[in-house]
């Protein structure tokens, strides 16, 4: 296994692997870069199939981050952390209290929030031994709802603020709050695409969803009024706005011919199988919404828990994922480059050359 020849190395600043043979915790902290704060990202625990495996998802996944929030102009670094373990078979009070001492030994160069296969109370046990977990404390949603922490809500409306702008620039849909008619289809009804759904709905959209999940995809049949559809009819609908607002790797070389929308705009994590097909999108005349810009909402909110602000500070600063996607729309208009290479590109500007940081402690 190498590392720093390792492909998604990308000039990681830290890489720690820790081992615990009493609890059975292994797991490896990345840190891609600081400059501007220390790194936030989530602690995914997964049955990795090799030590190799679970290095590059950690490598990838804490470089997005940097990614991610350079965009959300937060003063916050990228970063991740993996366990290695099936998390309903090895996960245990013991193994979660050593990696709260793991995160502990970084003294603050990394903050975990959730990820797949950990849940906010698991986060809670971690922080027995450190301060230095997100998205765990309940306050005043963005919305100034009560919030569990969870930063679902605060993803799906800087998601709708993102569609806004697509159909701003692809359709001339000039007033964001009149989306009389637009059609739009969500690919996953749960925790993000069922309240992204709720938004489109009040603004007038007509909805097509489908959900692997029947009970998720009936609520938006009965709540939202949406038209239920097949699983392979859901991404190739002749409509103005794709959301995927499920899995990554949706927009791919089978799919990406086979789109008949005008817009993707959706929530998912890398939903591009390649970095690549944003230049198969933009060829196709399609305008895509990256997703690390579109669903920075929920970084934005945990930000917020750590630093403090009142929810119209966070609303205001979630609608800003509006202006960042303006921007990237407007360049790549300008350059004729796809909208992918020029978020890479502004993010890399935002964190290049940003001084570096105190940022937030502990
Ligand atoms: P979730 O698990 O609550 O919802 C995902 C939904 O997708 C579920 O209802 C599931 O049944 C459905 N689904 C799974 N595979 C599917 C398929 N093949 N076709 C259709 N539906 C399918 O997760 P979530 O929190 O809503 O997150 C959705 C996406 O947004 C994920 O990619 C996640 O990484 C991303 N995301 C979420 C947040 C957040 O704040 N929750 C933040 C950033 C990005």
Redesign the pocket.
């Known amino acids: 296994m190498s590392v720093f020849t390792h492909a998604e190395f990308d000039n990681h600043q830290h890489l720690s692997f820790h081992c615990d043979p009493e609890t059975g915790l292994r797991a490896i902290i990345a840190i891609h870069n600081t400059s501007r704060g220390p790194a936030l990202g989530g602690c995914r625990m997964f049955p990795y199939g090799s030590d190799d495996e679970a290095l590059t998802d950690v490598l990838r996944l804490s470089r997005g981050m940097t990614y991610k929030s350079a965009l959300a102009n937060l003063d916050l670094g990228g970063g991740k952390s993996v366990i290695i373990g099936d998390p309903r078979k090895h996960k245990t009070e013991a193994l979660l209290e050593s990696m709260g001492r793991f995160l502990e030994s970084l003294g603050g160069l990394y903050i975990a929030a959730e990820d ?1 296969g950990t849940s906010v109370p698991d986060l809670k046990v971690m922080g027995r031994h450190t301060a230095n977990v997100a998205g765990v404390s309940p306050r005043p949603g963005f919305d100034g709802r009560p919030s569990s922490g ?3 809500p ?3 409306y800087g998601t709708f603020v993102g569609i806004q702008s697509a159909v701003k620039h692809k359709l001339g849909r000039t007033d964001p709050n009149d989306l009389e008619g637009l059609t739009v289809a969500v ?8 309240r992204l759904a709720r938004h489109l709905r009040d603004a007038g959209a007509k909805l097509s969803v ?4 029947r009970e ?1 995809m009936n609520r938006a049949v009965d709540e939202l009024g949406a038209t239920p559809v097949g ?1 392979e009819e ?1 991404l190739f609908l002749p409509v103005d706005v794709l959301a ?5 790797a949706v927009l791919n070389d089978e799919s990406i011919p086979r789109l008949q929308a005008s817009v993707v705009a ?5 939903q591009l199988y390649r970095t690549s097909h944003d230049h198969s999108l933009w060829q196709r005349g399609i305008l895509y919404a990256p ?1 690390f810009v579109i ?5 934005i ?1 945990i930000y917020y828990e750590r630093v403090g602000g009142e929810p119209d500070v966070v609303r205001q600063h979630v609608e800003n994922i509006g202006e960042t996607l303006d921007e990237i729309f407007t360049r790549s208009a300008r350059d004729g480059r796809p909208t992918g290479q020029i978020a890479n590109q502004l993010a890399e500007e935002r964190f290049e050359h940003h001084p570096a940081s105190a940022g937030m402690s502990g």
């Open positions: 797949s969870d930063p679902s605060a993803t799906a690919q996953g009804i749960g925790n993000v695409g069922y489908f959900d692997i999940h998720n699983a859901v995927p607002c499920a899995m990554g959706g929530a998912a994590n890398n997703d669903n920075a909402g929920g970084i909110d």
